[in-house]
C-alpha cells in the first residue's frame, strides 16, 4: 500500500478543519457554478488518510467513532457540503466492504480506498423505489462463479466518478428486503452504464447519475454478506453509519451559516451603524446559535449513543439526521434574511447552503420517511 499520513482519533477533526480551510473550501463557490466533481478535494483528504477514517487500523484506516467521525464530516461540510456527501458516501462502502466483504474484495479495494486511489459509491435507490428499498426491482441470477445484475439506479451520488459501487439488487423482484442482496460492482464492467449528471439545485459537484446494469457479471467473491443478507450490510454501513455522516454535513451547514451571518451582521453598516445593533437582527442570530448547538449536541448524543450500542445506531442515526437537516434549513434561511439582498446574491455562500441544506432533507430518507420510522419504533409498529 502506498504510504500516506496516518491520522489518530485525536487529531482528525483539527486535521481536516485545516484541509478544508487550505484545499477544500476556496474553491468550493466556483464548483458549485460549474458542477465540476471535487476531485482536487478528494486526494487532500485521501493523501493525509481521511478517507479511510472509519476503516479499523488493520485495514489501514483510523478507526474513528461514529462522533469523531460526525466531527470530521462536520468540517468538510462547513467547507463544502458536496464534497462532504462525496465522502460519506465512500466511507459507507469502504465500511460494507470491511465488515461484508470476501478477503478478495478487502485486498483489492480497501488499501486503495483508503488513500483516495479508488474511490467508492453506494447505489439502492430506483426511478419507482423513492426511499423504500424494498420496492427495488434491479435484479440478480446467479449463473455458474457469477452473478448477473439487470436494472437501473437513481440519483446515485458519484455515479460515473466512484470506481467501485456497493449495489442492491434482488433475486426475486417480488419479494420483499429479505430477497435484497448487496453487491461490488466495479466501475469497468462490462454492461454498467451512466446518465448525465442531474442539474440539481443544491449539492451541484456531487454528480448524481442514473446507472444501468444490463447482464452484467460481477464474480462471486463481490458479494458483500450472504445472498439475500443485503438488508444486514445495508444496516450496519448505511444505517449504522451514513446517516450520522449525512446529519454532520447538515451541522456543518448551520455552523457556516451562522459564522457568515454573524460576520455581515458586523461588518454591513446602513447609515454608519451595523447592523447588528439592530434587535431583530440580533434575534434572528440568536435562533441560528441555538438551533445550530441543539443540533449538534442532539448529534453528538445520538452518535454516543450508537457508539455505546451499535445496534442501536440505525434508529439513533435517523434522529440525528431528521434534526439537523431541519434545523441546517431553517438556519440557512434566517442567515439569507440576516444578509439581506446580499445574501440571495450567487456571490454570497449562504444561498448556497441553503440550496445545500435542502438537499440533505431529501437524501437517503425523506425526512417524512424518518419520522415514520422514529414514531414506528416507538409506537412498537
Ligand atoms: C442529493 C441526493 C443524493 C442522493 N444520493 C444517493 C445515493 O448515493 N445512492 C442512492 O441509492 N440514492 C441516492 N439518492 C436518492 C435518495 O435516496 C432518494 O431521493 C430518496 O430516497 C427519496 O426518493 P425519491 O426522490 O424517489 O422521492 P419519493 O419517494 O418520490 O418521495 C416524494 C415525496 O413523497 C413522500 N413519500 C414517499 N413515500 C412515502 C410514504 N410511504 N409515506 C409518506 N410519505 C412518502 C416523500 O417523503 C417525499 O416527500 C440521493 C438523493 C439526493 C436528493
Known amino acids: 500500500m502506498e504510504q500516506v499520513a496516518s ?7 483539527d486535521l481536516v478543519r485545516r484541509i478544508a480551510a487550505e484545499r477544500i473550501g476556496p474553491t468550493a463557490g466556483e464548483r458549485d457554478k460549474t458542477g465540476a466533481f471535487p476531485y482536487e478535494s478528494i486526494k487532500a483528504l485521501g493523501e493525509s488518510g481521511v478517507l479511510g477514517m472509519i476503516v479499523s487500523e488493520q485495514h489501514g484506516g483510523a478507526n474513528v467513532s461514529r462522533s469523531d467521525f460526525a466531527l470530521a464530516i462536520q468540517e468538510i461540510a462547513k467547507a463544502c457540503a ?3 456527501l462525496v465522502v460519506v458516501s465512500h466511507c459507507v462502502v469502504a465500511k460494507a466492504i470491511e465488515i461484508a466483504g470476501t478477503e478478495a474484495s478487502k485486498d483489492k479495494w480497501l488499501p486503495r480506498m483508503m488513500d483516495g486511489r479508488a474511490l467508492g459509491a453506494f447505489a439502492v435507490h430506483e426511478a419507482d423505489s423513492g426511499s423504500n428499498a424494498a420496492a427495488i ?3 440478480v441470477k446467479k449463473d455458474g462463479d457469477h452473478y ?7 440519483f446515485i451520488t458519484s455515479a460515473g466518478e466512484a470506481d467501485i459501487y456497493m449495489v442492491m439488487a434482488k433475486t426475486y423482484p417480488q419479494k420483499d428486503l429479505k430477497g435484497m442482496s448487496a453487491f461490488l460492482v466495479d466501475k469497468e464492467t462490462p454492461g454498467l452504464s451512466f446518465g448525465c449528471p442531474e442539474d440539481k439545485m443544491g449539492l451541484r459537484c456531487s454528480s448524481s447519475r442514473e446507472m444501468g446494469f444490463s447482464d452484467c457479471a460481477v464474480p462471486r467473491e463481490n458479494l458483500l454478506g450472504i445472498e439475500d443478507g443485503g438488508v444486514s450490510v445495508f444496516g450496519k454501513s448505511l444505517a449504522g453509519w451514513g446517516f450520522f455522516g449525512a446529519a454532520g454535513i447538515s451541522v456543518g451547514i448551520a455552523q457556516a451559516a451562522v459564522d457568515l451571518a454573524v460576520r455581515h451582521a458586523k461588518d454591513r453598516k446602513i447609515a454608519g451603524q451595523p447592523i447588528g445593533i439592530h434587535q431583530a437582527v440580533q434575534s434572528l442570530i440568536a435562533k441560528m446559535i441555538v438551533e445550530t448547538e441543539a443540533s449538534e449536541a442532539t448529534l453528538a448524543t445520538c ?3 450508537a457508539d455505546a450500542a451499535s445496534e442501536k445506531a440505525g434508529i439513533n442515526g435517523f434522529k440525528a439526521k431528521l434534526h439537523a437537516s431541519e434545523i441546517a434549513l ?3 434561511n434566517r442567515a439569507i434574511q440576516v444578509m439581506g439582498g446580499h445574501g440571495y446574491c450567487r456571490d454570497y455562500t449562504v444561498e448556497r447552503l441553503f440550496r445545500d441544506a435542502k438537499g440533505l432533507t431529501l437524501h ?3 425526512a417524512e420517511l424518518l419520522c415514520q420510522d422514529i414514531a414506528k419504533a416507538a409506537l412498537g409498529l
Open 137 to 139: 426491482r434491479t435484479t
Open 303 to 305: 452518535a454516543a449513543k
Open 148 to 154: 448477473i445484475i439487470n436494472g437501473s439506479k437513481f
Open 82 to 84: 458536496s464534497t462532504a
Open 7 to 13: 491520522i489518530t482519533k485525536d487529531d482528525i477533526k
Open 330 to 332: 431553517g438556519v440557512a
Open 364 to 366: 437517503f430518507k425523506t
